[in-house]
């Protein structure tokens, strides 16, 4: 593994793409889990407004 940070720290030519590369991987995947976590809090607010509709409480 050390070797590789090396060579890469040597060749930043070969670095920039690796970066932007990661950096890419992480923001669809933050995207991906943020789109999950609306799902879930809209969800979640119409399971508790059919919940309070119907009047048998949480």
Known sequence: MDGVVEYLMANPI???PLLLLVSVGIYALLKKL???AVII???GGLYLA??????SGI
Do not use: E, T
């Open 34 to 36: 943020l789109k999950v």
């Open 41 to 43: 809090l809209i969800a």
């Open 14 to 16: 070969l670095l920039a």
């Open 50 to 55: 059919l919940m309070n509709y119907m009047g």
